[in-house]
């Protein structure tokens, strides 16, 4: 079977992660530095993408590729409807609703719309892969507190159902039948319960659940934070701003940059200590919601992956809390990339079948 040639496309907000791959192997993986888009929140979401293609087919003939060459497109997942996991081809409905940013806005809407533009005019087809708004939370886990505000799943799919397989492999258990807490640990920290091939819960990322992050500011008082936003007469859009982006390690330390962190730590940096302290409390109080609420204590693998668990200060202190519960790994690179390739691979291997986004 002829192996085709795989253009993955990883956006963020002022740069697009790159990778071809002939069919499962990596062959080049390179990042695009897009300097003149400052802020993703302050342009249309097409004219971004629109401004970025340009920069990737300039990349790919400076590989020595043309844009024929490429067989298949796959991108990663923006903020659309919830939806199952899987690989889903790109369609005109799903652009327009990352484009219009339907359901939020965020970097990873770019994914689709690039895609469908750089395969669409090659005549080929484009996929995402478990999207960010993957949805397997059970019933129970989808209850707020009020009827008119339901919890949603929007965390780092991509990442932790591909590490979750990592370390399935590792302990000799299907993932259809194993019982895991993923913590993928970057700007945004995600919690995720995975229980037999399924994320039953896991903290809202993105909108203000879960533990402070280098730049989000988690769950907070609620009652604290109301007076708080109207005594500063704060508009929504400043609030998600505050939420999103504006808060957490940052706000505290002055840096989002937690290796700088830890760096200070080692040297003698008593106020780092003591909010990286507090992180890392918050991210072991999740995992423990996790163990009682969805496993009853009955736990195979904790797995701690994104850049943060890189660092060891991180590491060594989440496992002093948590390694009682069951062992745990560390994945600190991220596998999106190859999990996006492996998506497309399956497809093109008539192994999956792509969902269609209606």
């Known amino acids: 079977m002829r192996r085709p040639l795989i253009l993955v496309l990883n956006p963020g907000s002022t740069s697009t992660k790159l990778a071809l791959f002939r069919g499962p192997r990596l062959k080049s993986e390179w990042i695009h530095y897009h300097l003149d888009e400052r802020d993703v929140f302050s342009k249309p979401m097409e004219q971004i993408a629109e401004a970025r293609v340009p920069d990737i087919l300039g990349d790919l003939q400076d590989k020595g590729y043309e844009p024929g060459d490429i067989?298949?497109?796959?991108?990663?997942?923006?903020?659309?409807?919830?939806?199952?996991?899987?690989?889903?081809?790109?369609?005109?409905?799903?652009?327009?609703?990352?484009?219009?940013?339907?359901?939020?806005?965020?970097?990873?809407?770019?994914?689709?719309?690039?895609?469908?533009?750089?395969?669409?005019?090659?005549?080929?087809?484009?996929?995402?892969?478990?999207p960010v708004v993957v949805d397997e939370l059970s019933p129970v886990a989808k209850i707020?507190?009020?009827?008119?505000?339901?919890?949603?799943?929007?965390?780092?799919?991509?990442?932790?159902?591909?590490?979750?397989?990592?370390?399935?492999?590792?302990?000799?258990?299907?993932?259809?039948?194993?019982?895991?807490?993923?913590?993928?640990?970057?700007?945004?920290?995600?919690?995720?319960?995975?229980?037999?091939?399924?994320?039953?819960?896991?903290?809202?990322?993105?909108?203000?659940?879960?533990?402070?992050?280098?730049?989000?500011?988690?769950?907070?008082?609620?009652?604290?934070?109301?007076?708080?936003?109207?005594?500063?007469?704060?508009?929504?859009?400043?609030v998600q701003a505050l939420v999103s982006k504006n808060s957490g390690i940052q706000a505290y330390l002055g840096t989002r940059d937690c290796h700088e962190i830890e760096k200070r730590i080692r040297n003698g940096d008593s106020r780092a200590r003591l909010i990286y302290r507090a992180f890392v409390y918050q991210v072991a109080k999740d995992i423990g919601a996790l163990v009682a609420g969805v496993f009853k204590g009955r736990l195979d693998a904790i797995v701690l992956t994104g850049g943060i668990a890189s660092g060891a200060t991180f590491r060594k202190w989440v496992r002093e809390h948590v390694n009682f519960i069951a062992p745990v790994y560390a994945y600190p690179k991220t596998s999106e990339m190859e999990a996006l390739a492996a998506g497309g691979w399956e497809v093109w291997t008539s192994k999956m079948r792509p969902a269609t986004y209606k």
């Open 144 to 238: 707020s507190g009020h009827p008119e505000i339901r919890r949603r799943s929007i965390f780092h799919a991509l990442n932790q159902k591909a590490v979750a397989q990592k370390v399935c492999k590792k302990i000799g258990k299907p993932y259809n039948k194993a019982r895991l807490i993923v913590v993928h640990a970057g700007g945004g920290v995600s919690v995720g319960a995975h229980l037999r091939g399924r994320v039953v819960d896991v903290n809202n990322a993105l909108e203000g659940e879960g533990t402070f992050t280098p730049e989000r500011t988690g769950g907070l008082p609620l009652l604290d934070f109301l007076r708080y936003i109207n005594g500063k007469g704060m508009e929504f859009k400043q």
């Open 71 to 130: 067989d298949l497109v796959i991108a990663r997942g923006g903020l659309l409807k919830p939806l199952k996991g899987g690989v889903y081809r790109v369609n005109k409905r799903m652009v327009r609703d990352l484009a219009d940013c339907t359901y939020g806005r965020h970097a990873s809407n770019l994914g689709a719309i690039m895609a469908l533009k750089i395969a669409s005019d090659q005549g080929k087809k484009s996929f995402i892969v478990n």
